[in-house]
Nanobody, 124 residues
Framework: QVQLVESGGGLVQPGDSLMLSCTNR????????MGWWREAPGKDREFVAS????????DYSDSVKGRFTISRDNAKNELYLQMNNLSPEDTAVYYC?????????????????WGQGVQVTVSS
């Protein structure tokens, strides 16, 4: 069973950094593709980053590339998103996702498992 739980969200100021974590309360996530998505008020859910097991391939949306870093620790069964130089445009609910093998990382319907989300607010 896969039960994803995000943590690490909060209220920060522009330019600050924040790291989100995602853990699975079910079986190991080793071998699963994993990702982060976000949803801002009034906007569609947006792909943020992915970490595929095949070749340990990482992918980022253009809006976060160079500022955000996705990583995972299979021994701890955790996924991370290090977010640097945050701006108000990054304000959203962030979701952790997992799938045994995702075909299109930028397609929300391709991800089988979703966490409940964690709020990140960037405001001065």
């Amino acid at each position: 069973q896969v039960q994803l739980v995000e943590s690490g969200g909060g209220l920060v100021q522009p330019g600050d950094s924040l790291m989100l974590s995602c853990t699975n309360r079910g079986h190991t996530l080793t071998g699963f593709d994993m990702g982060w998505w976000r949803e801002a008020p009034g906007k569609d859910r947006e792909f943020v980053a992915s970490f595929r097991t095949t070749g340990n391939t990482r992918d980022y949306s253009d809006s976060v590339k160079g500022r955000f870093t996705i990583s995972r620790d299979n021994a701890k069964n955790e996924l991370y998103l290090q977010m640097n130089n945050l701006s108000p445009e990054d304000t959203a609910v962030y979701y952790c996702t997992a799938d045994p093998w995702v075909k299109g990382v930028r397609i929300a319907s391709e991800w089988k498992y979703w966490g409940q989300g964690v709020q990140v607010t960037v405001s001065s």
